[in-house]
């Protein structure tokens, strides 16, 4: 049974940092993307980051470039989303995905993968 575990969610402060991390079990996704994605009360699921098997990375939102760094360790089958300078717009449901292919892409219906979320909000 494949299974992806999102931790490292909780209340922080504008300007705070965070890092979330996703373990996946049940098989390896060593040569498989994989992709942060989050969602907002109110607002559909959208594309943060998404990394590649070789460490390729695409972004999903302009608004967290130079903020938020995606990272993964293929040895450990885990990713990581470092978050800095935390804003109240990053408040959201925080989802780790993962595809059967090596591609990146922002489409979430191309993800067969899904932890349960973590969330993360950001207020004073």
């Known amino acids: 049974q494949v299974q992806l575990v999102e931790s490292g969610g909780g209340l922080a402060q504008p300007g705070d940092s965070l890092r979330l991390s996703c373990a996946a079990s049940?098989?390896?996704?060593?040569?498989?993307?994989m992709a942060w994605f989050r969602q907002a009360p109110g607002r559909e699921r959208e594309f943060v980051v998404g990394?590649?098997?070789?460490?390729?990375?695409?972004y999903g939102l302009d608004s967290v470039k130079g903020r938020f760094f995606v990272s993964r360790d293929n040895a450990k089958n885990t990713i990581s989303l470092q978050m800095n300078n935390l804003k109240p717009e990053d408040t959201a449901i925080y989802y780790c995905?993962?595809?059967?292919?090596?591609?990146?892409?922002?489409?979430?219906?191309?993800?067969?993968?899904w932890g349960q979320g973590t969330q993360v909000t950001v207020s004073s």
């Open positions: 990394i590649s098997w070789i460490g390729g990375k695409m």
């Open positions: 995905a993962a595809r059967n292919s090596e591609a990146i892409i922002s489409i979430s219906a191309g993800y067969e993968y």
């Open positions: 049940g098989r390896s996704f060593s040569r498989n993307s």
